[in-house]
């Protein structure tokens, strides 16, 4: 999981900002909510965000490697039958919480939000 964080590029750094989202989302998030939290992760950075196929090639990936659980179940929505989809989490066996815990991209991204939300305080 190290060498995924460490990337800088390409499906290896996809992958590390999966990781990232999923461990500030408490460990696991729907599909829809994943592509949209990731979305909203990279551009925080200041990154361009991979495309939804790309996300999901990435989720396979780390699947394939005993990252994350895929299973698929009914998201509870406003309607009677909700949506059927998958729910991501991160195998507790792979959780490396001091590595993530230091990650200078999940500091980053949590100092936005600590300055995002003392400035709306202060309003």
Do not use: H, Q
Not at 82 to 90: A, N, Q, V
Not at 102 to 112: Q, S
Request: net charge negative.
């Amino acid at each position: 999981m190290e060498e995924l964080l460490k990337s800088d590029s390409g499906m290896n750094k996809v992958m590390g900002d999966v990781i990232r989202v999923l461990y500030l989302c408490m460990g696991a998030l729907w599909l829809p909510e994943l592509l949209d939290e990731y979305k909203v992760f990279t551009k925080a950075l200041d990154d361009v965000p991979a495309n939804d196929e790309v996300v999901m090639e990435a989720i396979d990936e780390l699947s394939r490697l005993g990252i994350v659980n895929v299973r698929e179940g009914i998201r509870a929505t406003f309607t009677p039958e909700g949506e059927k989809t998958f729910l991501i989490s991160l195998r507790e066996e792979s959780i490396k919480v001091d590595v993530l815990r230091n990650d200078e991209r999940i500091r980053k991204y949590r100092d936005l939000w600590s300055s995002y939300l003392k400035g709306s305080n202060s309003r």
